[in-house]
């Protein structure tokens, strides 16, 4: 079992200030930050619990390296976004609580061994689930960040990254196209018809494999 900590860099907690091109010979001064400072942010707490094996055979020239993991992270810090009339573009939170589990496999083999000629290779493969257990008692789901792209005055829409209970970290929610029963898209004055908010996929992949070679 492992425990660590996290916390934000320097002057994340307090309203930083800049100076513009003078006005009438006089210094302009403005707010310099695009996050809204949180007074009450607490460090964020990661417990791991971690186990595996390794070994190897046939004289060192097959080997075999696997861990199973899960991280309890607690407080995490994350920067929601929130309506940008306010004059900033997000607030930092602490996310309540997050789950992570998965494991690591990594295969390594000499398919050929002589005293002229080694090769050497290697099969890496991750796998990792996570889930949002628990924001605060009043939210359950808030926006990460969204996409610039698509407006609803083109008939398209933008896309969201989401924090939500009981989903995986990051999901990316958005509108999609109308469709008929056909499963075709649905046009209208030439321009494909807006349909429901769904979610769309994950922030990012959570299965990564390499394969390594050395001659």
Same mark, same amino acid.
């Given at each position: 079992m492992a425990q660590s900590g996290g916390a934000v860099g320097a002057y994340q907690l307090g309203l930083t200030y800049s100076y513009a091109d003078a006005y009438r010979k006089y210094p302009v001064g403005s707010i310099d930050n695009g996050t809204i400072p949180n007074l009450n942010l607490k460090p964020l707490t990661s417990i791991s619990y971690e186990g595996g094996f390794e070994a190897r055979f046939f004289n060192n020239r097959f080997g /075999?390296? *696997?861990t199973y993991y899960v991280r309890n992270t607690k407080d995490d810090i994350v920067n929601a976004g929130i309506s940008t009339a306010s004059g900033y573009g997000n607030v930092k939170i602490n996310a309540g609580k997050v789950n992570n589990h998965g /494991?690591?496999?990594l295969l390594t083999g000499t398919p050929i061994l002589s005293s002229h000629f080694r090769w050497d290779t290697s099969f890496n493969f991750a796998y990792n689930k996570s889930e949002i257990k628990r924001i605060t008692d009043d939210?359950?789901?808030f926006e990460l960040a969204k996409s610039r792209t698509?407006?609803?005055?083109d008939n398209c829409g933008p896309a969201w990254i989401y924090q939500q209970v009981g989903q995986p970290y990051g999901i990316i929610r958005?509108?999609? *196209?109308k469709r008929n029963d056909k499963g075709e898209i649905m046009y209208e004055n030439g321009l494909p018809m807006k349909g429901e908010i769904e979610k769309l996929g994950r922030?990012?992949?959570s299965i990564h494999i390499r394969i390594q070679q050395l001659i």
């Open positions: /075999i390296d *696997f /494991i690591e496999l939210v359950t789901e698509g407006h609803d005055s958005g509108v999609t *196209f922030k990012r992949a």
